[in-house]
Nanobody, 118 residues
Framework: QVQLLESGGRAVHAGDSLKLSCAVNGPSLDYYSMGWFRQAPGKERETVAN????????YYADFAKGRFTISTDNAENTFYLQMNSLKIEDSAMYYC???????????WGRGTQVTVSS
C-alpha cells in the first residue's frame, strides 16, 4: 500500500478553476493506478477520474470530461486534478486513491473539501 495526502480544496465560485494535489509515499508506482473520487453529503462516492501512473492513460467520468484533467508528476510523486468551469454540483469531499494493477482501490487519502458557490 501507499500513503496519500490530498491538498488544494477550498471554497470557490461557480466558473472558477481549482487544482487538487495528492502526494504519494510508497514503493515504485509503475504498476499503480491513481484516482480521484468525490462524495457529496447524502450521496454515494463516485469516480471522478483515474490514471495509470506508468502509461498515463486516463479515464474520466462523464461529468468530468472536458472540464477536469488528471495528471502525474513522476519527479514529485504527486498527481493532480485540474478542475475548470466548476459548478455548484461539484461541491464535495474529494479523495485520492491508489490501486495496484487492476486490484481494489485500497489506499486512500483523508479527503479535501471543495465547495462551489454561486
Amino acid at each position: 500500500q501507499v500513503q496519500l495526502l490530498e491538498s488544494g480544496g477550498r471554497a470557490v465560485h461557480a466558473g472558477d478553476s481549482l487544482k487538487l494535489s495528492c502526494a504519494v509515499n510508497g514503493p515504485s508506482l509503475d504498476y499503480y493506478s491513481m484516482g480521484w473520487f468525490r462524495q457529496a453529503p447524502g450521496k454515494e462516492r463516485e469516480t471522478v477520474a483515474n490514471i495509470r501512473w506508468l502509461l498515463g492513460s486516463a479515464y474520466y467520468a462523464d461529468f468530468a470530461k472536458g472540464r477536469f484533467t488528471i495528471s502525474t508528476d513522476n519527479a514529485e510523486n504527486t498527481f493532480y486534478l485540474q478542475m475548470n468551469s466548476l459548478k455548484i454540483e461539484d461541491s464535495a469531499m474529494y479523495y485520492c486513491a491508489a490501486r495496484r494493477l487492476d486490484g481494489p482501490w485500497d489506499s486512500w487519502g483523508r479527503g479535501t473539501q471543495v465547495t462551489v458557490s454561486s
